[in-house]
């Protein structure tokens, strides 16, 4: 079992910056595969960056590419979201999801993850 806590969201200004932090329960937070999600009320859930167990692979959506980085540190069992230049459209409620790290393949099954977070809001004004 995995519990995942979000904190970092907020208000901030279009062109801000805000850094969300993800912390995880367990012992076995290396061999999980991390990702962070965003959700719009009404909407379907969007996936947002991903990062593999040794956090030397990442992958992005193209809507946050360039903007976003997703890291982690495995000795402090915490991922991150450092969000740059915030729009507008970035506002969501965000959630950290976790998955066994899995094959070679882990960058597709961590859009359908075993254990969630509860969300962080974030609200970007324009």
């Known amino acids: 079992q995995v519990q995942l806590v979000e904190s970092g969201g907020g208000l901030v200004q279009a062109g801000g910056s805000l850094r969300l932090s993800c912390a995880a329960s367990?012992?076995?937070?290396?061999?999980?595969?991390l990702g962070w999600f965003r959700q719009v009320p009404g909407k379907e859930r969007e996936f947002v960056a991903a990062?593999?167990?040794?956090?030397?692979?990442?992958y992005y959506a193209d809507s946050v590419k360039g903007r976003f980085t997703i890291s982690r540190d495995n000795a402090k069992n915490t991922v991150y979201l450092q969000m740059n230049v915030l729009k507008p459209e970035d506002t969501a409620d965000y959630y950290c999801?976790?998955?066994?790290?899995?094959?070679?393949?882990?960058?597709?099954?961590?859009?359908?993850?075993?254990?969630w977070g509860q969300g962080t809001q974030v609200t970007v004004s324009s």
């Open positions: 999801a976790a998955n066994p790290q899995g094959g070679t393949n882990w960058y597709l099954t961590i859009r359908t993850p075993a254990y």
């Open positions: 367990g012992r076995t937070f290396s061999t999980y595969a």
């Open positions: 990062i593999n167990w040794s956090g030397g692979v990442t």
